[in-house]
């Protein structure tokens, strides 16, 4: 079964930048949607990204991050990478990448949908 590792969490200043990468083993990407999500202390896990290939190339973004985050997908390397820029305070949380099987689509972004989930990296964002 597909297996998901995250990395690249660490401290950042606000309005820096963190890159994460979220590897997959045990299965190619070709037919999953990788979705990342984040989840702060005391709060709901939110969906902030999806992307895509089968189907055809699918990104979605929250809201919450559209316009500082880009996600990108590296079939060769069966790997998923968010880059986030301008960071704030509040996109301090734990991030998870999670897996369905299936393209991006309008349910991408909830939780209970996703088949396979990583262990999280931590992202702090402080001066």
């Known amino acids: 079964q597909l297996q998901l590792v995250e990395s690249g969490g660490g401290l950042v200043q606000p309005g820096g930048s963190l890159t994460l990468s979220c590897a997959a083993t045990?299965?190619?990407?070709?037919?999953?949607?990788i979705v990342w999500f984040r989840q702060a202390p005391g709060k709901e896990r939110e969906g902030i990204s999806c992307?895509?290939?089968?189907?055809?190339?699918?990104?979605m973004y929250g809201d919450s991050v559209k316009g500082r985050f880009t996600i990108s997908m590296d079939s060769h390397k069966n790997t998923v990478t968010l880059q986030m820029n301008s960071l704030k305070p509040g996109d301090a949380a734990v991030y998870y990448c999670a897996a369905e099987y299936g393209k991006c689509y309008s349910g991408s972004f909830a939780a209970k949908n996703m088949d396979r989930w990583g262990r999280g990296t931590l992202v702090t964002v402080s001066s």
């Open positions: 992307i895509s290939n089968s189907g055809g190339s699918s990104i």
């Open positions: 045990r299965d190619t990407l070709d037919y999953y949607s």
